[in-house]
């Protein structure tokens, strides 16, 4: 279904445990190999970004939140079925 995830994250506002759970829900739901995963620290305060094969699904910045585990999810079947 998904090839890759990548997730940025705010280093200083210490998002690192939101950005490894909410990969593991992504990887134990998907199948993922650990190599198709990137978690990509960032010092732009306020950053988690969510990208599935290539495509940002989810922003905080954009949102002004961080992402609820089922949302992301949900994101993912709606936008990648293939």
Do not use: W
């Amino acid at each position: 279904m998904i090839k890759t995830l990548s997730i940025e994250y705010c280093v200083p506002c210490q998002f690192e445990k939101n950005a490894k759970d909410l990969a593991a829900l992504i990887q134990a739901q998907f199948g993922l190999a650990d190599e198709k995963i990137e978690l990509i620290p960032s010092n732009k305060i306020g950053t988690f970004e969510v990208i599935i094969d290539g495509e940002l699904i989810y922003s905080k910045n954009k949102s002004g939140r961080l992402p609820h585990p089922d949302e992301i999810i949900d994101l993912i079947f709606l936008n990648h079925k293939g």
